[in-house]
């Protein structure tokens, strides 16, 4: 699987949009952009994937550029329950396929 | 959503003694089940890839023999780490994989080794 490059840390306002960055400069054409996130002594939970296009779901938007080599995970209105450790991975979508964790962001929302 | 559960979610042995962690997707049937270990402020470190009905894959570094993997049925999969010693307290994370190739991770179990 191709690595993965994501700030260390992050800070955001409450009520305000977090947008998380990741540079993915290697990735193969079926390797699809996923992104979890960790909140503190607790599994990852699932928050969204993408191959090329935009993709929004409950939880965010994930925003992949045109040549895919960097993607942007956009929380629309951040909460304090939002602080988490955000990981982006990118992954080929088969079976039996491994998830590889790099650092992740740590996202720290303040009131 | 999928759902996976651990158990316990918490364990404290003393050294010397094996603890055995219990995976299990709820909802789904999941033929691939991995285990990752993840020490205080790192990240998830995958220790091996479990096949419903086979053995394991252990990823390098990982002692097979100290870390063993029962893949038993579509459901369940237990990590038992024999003879713990204090290095081996991490928080150990279980995923399993829907039909789909989606995974869906537990709890976690932090272990404590005295």
């Known amino acids: 699987d191709a690595k993965t490059t994501q700030p260390p840390s992050m800070d955001c306002a409450e009520g305000r949009a977090a947008n998380l960055p990741c540079n993915h400069s290697?990735?193969?054409?079926?390797?699809?952009v996923y992104w979890y996130r960790q909140i503190h002594s607790q599994g990852p939970q699932y928050i969204i994937h993408?191959?090329?296009n935009n993709e929004t779901n409950e939880m965010a938007s994930l925003i992949i550029t045109e040549d895919r080599k960097s993607s942007t995970l956009i929380l629309p209105h951040a909460t304090l329950r939002d602080t988490a450790v955000y990981y982006c991975?990118?992954?080929?979508?088969?079976?039996?396929?491994?998830?590889?964790f790099g650092g992740g962001t740590r996202l720290m929302v303040k009131p | 959503g999928a759902v996976v559960s651990q158990h316990p979610s918490r364990v404290i042995c003393k050294s010397g003694t094996s603890v055995k962690i219990e995976c299990r997707s709820l909802?789904?049937?999941?033929?691939?089940m991995f285990w990752y270990r993840q020490f205080p402020k790192q990240s998830l470190m995958l220790m091996a890839t479990?096949?419903?009905?086979?053995?394991?894959?252990?990823e390098q570094g990982v002692e097979k023999d100290k870390f063993l993997i029962n893949h038993a049925s579509l459901t369940l999969s237990t990590l038992t780490v024999t003879s713990a010693h204090p290095e081996d307290s991490s928080f150990y994370i279980c995923?399993?994989?829907?039909?789909?190739?989606?995974?869906?991770f537990g709890p976690g179990t932090r272990l404590t080794v005295l």
């Open positions: 993408g191959l090329k």
């Open positions: 909802d789904f049937q999941a033929t691939t």
């Open positions: 995923s399993a994989e829907d039909q789909t190739g989606e995974q869906f």
């Open positions: 479990s096949n419903e009905g086979s053995k394991a894959t252990y």
């Open positions: 290697t990735i193969s054409g079926n390797e699809y």
């Open positions: 991975i990118v992954r080929v979508n088969n079976a039996g396929n491994m998830l590889t």
